[in-house]
């Protein structure tokens, strides 16, 4: 009976659990902190208000549940021991391995600064979301009890750093949001006069994306009233604004979407790691020396075309997860190759969703933005989501917002006003 | 230009500002610390994973977002002064009133045990039902991983103290959701073996309802696998379970459904309390001496048949709401004769549900349970639910979910799984 572990029920590690569902004299153990998967392409929806949480994750177990050689815990992994051949929970339990599969996925990363992220939180699990969302609907929630003007402003301002995909997206919704959403809830202040900052180091938005579609971005995000600041690197975070060099900006609301990094579970592996804390990877995902372990997703760092990384995206995860799973079938077959074949991205594009109408998207050398590109990310994403009862009422609900303009989720769940107000 | 200060944004306070709507020369101000209303009565049902935050609660904001002479304010009271006629909240602001509407709610009560209430929360809030869902579901997953057969027994039983309609729709829930939701999703446990206990102090559960209907409520309980267990007043809460006078039960889980009492906020009033810390109101609902303050909702010891107090229920906040908003109105029409038509609450009957299927029911001398009682329950809660696109929202969810004994919200959100170990 052959143990295969799996570390990691994000995209990668889930289609390597699913992947192996067929083999029999096997026993698949997926290890998750957390108790379900989540489809982060539409988390930044949950953090603001769009979604519920329900609506974008399912329990692991029960996407395993009918897969009889697949065991779910959830517990934290400490640290892996490759020369021994087993992973140490935070319990403090060893589970040993045949095969190992690390898919830990990355964490936020703040460039050495780990005291920004209270002031700062970014956006990589559904805990982060509701407390963005919180945080956002709070800032309205005080600027209307505020009479200092000057305080008002402040809690009017959201600044969202970093001009990824991920940056792009929350600053579209925060500006959509209170450019309609809570247009018509408050007396004291109006939200369309809020400020929605986005702050990107570099010298443009989407720098993974063409030229064309960055600046169709742009355009599209100061129609929903986002300002966009290009080479404006932060300098310094904290819970009354942000510096840029010499420029200060006071925001009540700091959102990060800046960088992330690989997790720092990899660093137990006593193996090289790169600029990102990612695994240089074989060409079959493999670790260098260790056949029997795999790192992928967020973890892995694999030379894409021109020797680029790829990018940490769901379909890269996905195919890498596909991959792996075939890898380990083959292996046991016996029929596994002195030179296994290569894992290859099929690259099938990139797209990013600015507000509730408008998105830019690459697919195969075409480019498109506007409403066409919109309905085509829906669509995909909708494609993508786990589970059908999820697809249904995500549709739903997104077809109710976009006809009511009405945020469904539009709530704050709080232990107590005045802890939160302390938080 | 009158101003209406209505603390409270529950059923009863709603219902006083929707019910000045027409109202001009008034000005409605709710202020209320959480930013939503609640449904209370399907509380139950977020804490079972069996729905989400939003599908039973909407921001007060929105509710009241087309009242022009209403205003929302996102604030906690902390005490009034009806000698000079303001309160004044947790940030020091104070408020005057020309007519003041008191209805804050009640608090869980743990008969002056307050240290109990980490071991066994209560089921008032949004976050209370999180909790009680992250404890629920992580005790299922901790037992799975559990070696010692003692600490994997403790971490199945759960135990629910009160016998009220909250403590038998919690009981029912978690008694079903261990036989059905969740039997297909372990393979360490069999959750069906889960110990679902029903703690009452009394003789008997649902004491308030006939007594054939606690009764046959008691066997569909016992049918989902629930013990009821009558006349067992709980002496002892801790981190490890029960005590019951001399005998002692080890749950990990222990949900407090025993008792309430009023907010303490009605503590600053300087009036008389009864046991329950409820205000005695007037035939019109106005405190004594004071004609232009009204208390009511759980805040209210309103004497009804038989000098019984009215029960905490919604249909009376909600009547008591209309009420008051109309003598507020009639006021204003300056026809307020010298003796007001005292408040009169029409009962309209009551039910508790039974898992997924059962209900006890009992409405103008009728009583039924079973099947019958509960799709009459479930027409009854979904026609009061706030807000159309609530109705529509939990009707499919639960559609689905009968068809799929499918549990769509099964999701623990957390800060940190060890962070979550250790709460």
């Known amino acids: 009976m052959k143990r295969v572990l799996v570390v990691g029920g994000g995209f990668a590690g889930l289609n390597v659990a699913r992947g192996l569902r067929r083999v029999r004299d096997l026993e ?138 991920t940056g792009v997206e929350l600053a579209g919704a925060l500006g959509e949001m209170s450019r309609f959403t809570l247009a018509k809830d408050f007396r004291e202040i109006d939200p369309k006069l809020a400020r929605v900052l986005l702050i990107e180091a570099g010298p443009r938005i989407l720098p993974a994306f063409p030229e064309k579609l960055a600046a169709r971005a742009t355009r599209d995000l100061e129609a929903l009233g986002v300002q966009v600041w290009t080479s404006s690197p932060v300098t310094h975070v904290d819970e009354k604004g942000i510096d840029l060099g010499n420029e200060r900006v006071a925001a009540a609301t700091v959102l990060w979407a800046a960088g992330v990094r690989a997790s720092p579970l990899l660093a137990s592996l006593g193996v090289p790691l790169d600029r990102q804390g990612r695994v240089e990877v074989e060409p079959d995902l493999s670790l260098p020396g260790h056949p029997n372990v795999f790192v992928l997703g967020d973890a892995a760092s694999f030379a894409g075309p021109d020797d680029v990384p790829l990018p940490g995206v769901a379909p890269v995860a996905i195919q890498q997860g596909r991959y792996v799973a075939r890898r380990i079938r083959d292996e046991l077959r016996g029929g596994s190759p002195a030179q296994p074949k290569p894992f290859r991205y099929r690259d099938r594009g990139q797209m990013a969703t600015i507000g509730r109408k408008r998105a830019v998207a690459e697919t195969g050398g075409l480019r498109f933005g506007g409403f066409f590109a919109w309905w085509l990310w829906l669509v995909v994403h909708i494609f993508f989501l786990v589970g059908f009862k999820n697809r249904l009422f995500v549709v739903m609900q997104w077809a109710w917002a976009y006809l009511a303009f009405y945020r469904g989720a539009r709530l704050i769940v709080e232990r107590d006003l005045d802890e939160a107000e302390t938080g």
């Open 28 to 165: 698949v153990t997926l290890v998750d902190r957390r108790n379900h998967h989540l489809f982060q392409p539409l988390l930044y929806q949950v953090a603001m208000a769009g979604l519920s949480p329900a609506e974008i994750a399912a329990p692991i177990r029960s996407l395993l549940s009918r897969q009889r050689n697949a065991r779910v815990r959830q517990e934290s992994v400490r640290r892996v021991s490759l020369a021994e051949g087993w992973i140490e929970t935070q319990r403090g339990l060893r589970h040993a391995y045949d095969t190992l599969v690390l898919a830990p996925g990355a964490v936020d990363s703040y460039f050495g600064h780990p005291e920004w992220s209270a002031h700062a939180p970014g956006l990589k699990s559904l805990d982060q979301a509701l407390e963005i969302r919180r945080r956002v609907l709070h800032a309205y929630e005080q600027a209307e009890l505020a009479t200092d003007p000057q305080r008002r402003k402040e809690l009017l301002t959201f600044a969202v750093v970093g001009g990824g995909p």
